[in-house]
């Protein structure tokens, strides 16, 4: 199995000097489920470091909020359900992200 072209699940929101955003979208087509991830090389070319984050908006219930209120805390879970050829396509779009932020 390969990266597909053009690449489905997965598209480029973003590019930056040093960083690529990318929109992943989950399987049941959920717009609730879709992840915004920034793919960031770090500068400083000693720590040799890539930064991966993720961005998912949630919608808290009622409760959620209720138990926020009274204990500060709150765990957010999610989970993204991607197909074995988006899996594959995300993985392919992070390494050419850094093979192309590496160049520059």
Not at 38 to 46: Q, S
Not at 48 to 54: P, R
Not at 60 to 82: A, C
Request: charged share 25%; hydrophobic share 40%; net charge negative.
């Amino acid at each position: 199995m390969k990266r597909e072209k053009p690449t489905v699940g997965i598209s480029t929101s973003a590019e930056y000097d040093n960083a690529i955003c990318f929109t992943v979208q989950c399987d049941c087509m959920s717009h609730e489920h879709s992840i915004n991830t920034w793919v960031e090389v770090n500068a400083e070319k000693d720590l040799q470091c890539v930064e991966v984050s993720f961005y998912v908006q949630k919608q808290f219930t009622f409760f959620e909020k209720l138990k926020f209120l009274f204990s500060g805390s709150n765990t957010i879970d999610h989970e993204i359900i991607l197909s074995k050829q988006t899996a594959l396509n995300w993985i392919s779009a992070v390494k050419d992200a850094l093979d192309f932020l590496e160049e520059k």
